[in-house]
């Protein structure tokens, strides 16, 4: 994303904030409920009085399915109840979820699911060159510099000769886009990878041995200051939704890491603008999340994790929770402005996009609005750490 693109935007959000400045009146310690993005009441039923097995009970649910942690392993009396309690957890679990989705389809705020060839029919041109432009990387065109390919072709390992073959895989134009990760890199990458996978390391491994490692390929310079870009990424595994933005009938989820743009490497004037409105937002932050680290840097992408062949469905249930929150805090920006500025015109992206990963394999998901609710756009194949190719690409800035 350019700086002046986002200076534009920010500076349009914000345009009430002068206006408003000499009219405005001191707010009192403690903030009242009753404000334009409160809680609906609840029916009779709520996510809340949803019944679960006892192992994924509500206790459970409201610690908003951060990254699991190592438990102590308790004796089982066979193997074969081990696996009956196993399969009726995961039951149990998927029933919950089925449950949560269907509440948020009919909420006001909440979350619609769609397939992602439904995007075809979109009206958003920015979305259409952005799924144009994915599919070209997906396609291996033109994701490495032309002045490599040489380096490619006299290499003794297969797996790399093999992609000096490609002449489409090269560009005269790559270098201008950023790095490019070295064939030792790579391999390192991928042989990591192939540990987590193979002696099954768990979530947090994963996330720590081989995504951390791919987001900092990316996204950071090798010989720099890592948060010297305006663009980065920081794990954010804690960070709970500030609950004004929460759909409702909805518990609060988490994802693992978020691709934010950081303001101290911007321009004075949208870290101005950013401390502006960080004065008028709950919990004092530019987000959906009061989470520290990120409370003056505006998330872009959030990426949820899981285990390979693991926890598909309840990865989509913790992203469009966290998203819908995402589309409900972006709204409550033109909600302040319109109530300081009435001919205000309300400022929204045309689209969200966000990732799951699982294990070895990157899924895009893109979320877009209609009305107030939030539709969940599933899923395109954009990566993975499996081959030399997939890795290179990956990790490409």
């Not at 709520?46 to 699991?68: C, F, H, L």
């Not at 390192?188 to 390929?217: G, M, P």
Request: proline content about 5%.
């Amino acid at each position: 994303m350019r700086e002046e693109f986002i200076d534009n935007w920010l500076s349009e959000v914000s345009s009430y904030l002068q206006s408003s400045k000499d009219s405005e009146t001191p707010r009192p310690r403690k903030r009242r409920r009753g404000d334009s993005y409160s809680h609906l009441p609840s029916p009779q039923y709520s996510i809340s009085d949803m019944s679960e097995a006892s192992d994924t009970g509500i206790k459970r649910q409201v610690d908003n399915d951060q990254t699991p942690k190592a438990k102590k392993q308790k004796k089982t009396k066979s193997t074969a109840s081990e696996s009956q309690g196993t399969e009726t957890s995961q039951q149990s679990s998927h029933a919950s979820t089925q449950l949560h989705f269907k509440a948020l389809e009919l909420t006001d705020r909440g979350v619609i699911e769609r397939g992602i060839n439904g995007l075809s029919d979109h009206p958003s041109e920015a979305l259409a060159t952005f799924i144009e432009d994915l599919e070209n990387v997906m396609a291996c065109r033109n994701i490495l510099p032309l002045d490599m390919r040489a380096e490619f072709q006299r290499s003794e390992n297969p797996r790399f000769s093999k992609i000096g073959k490609n002449s489409a895989a090269f560009s005269s134009d790559r270098r201008e886009l950023g790095q490019v990760p070295s064939h030792k890199t790579v391999l390192r990458l991928v042989r990591i990878a192939e540990e987590c996978l193979t002696n099954k390391h768990d979530e947090a491994s994963w996330n720590v041995l081989v995504h951390s490692r791919v987001l900092s390929l990316a996204l950071q310079l090798d010989d720099g200051d890592p948060f010297s870009d305006l663009v980065n990424f920081f794990p954010c595994s804690s960070a709970s939704i500030i609950s004004k933005y929460l759909p409702p009938l909805s518990l609060s989820k988490k994802v693992d890491f978020c691709i934010c743009i950081d303001a101290s490497s911007s321009s004075p004037q949208i870290q101005a603008t950013i401390k502006s409105l960080r004065n008028r937002l709950a919990d004092r932050a530019i987000n959906h999340t009061g989470y520290y680290a990120l409370r003056k840097r505006p998330i872009a992408i959030s990426i949820e994790t899981k285990q390979p062949d693991q926890g598909w469905d309840r990865a989509t249930l913790q992203l469009s929770v966290w998203q819908a929150s995402h589309w409900n805090f972006l709204q409550e920006l033109n909600v302040m402005a319109r109530a300081t500025l009435p001919t205000h015109q309300d400022i929204m992206p045309a689209f969200l996009p966000c990732i799951i990963i699982q294990g070895q394999d990157w899924k895009l998901v893109v979320t877009t609005r209609e009305g107030s609710q939030t539709v969940f756009w599933k899923d395109i194949d954009i990566g993975s750490t499996k081959s030399v190719l997939a890795a290179q690409e990956m990790g490409s800035r």
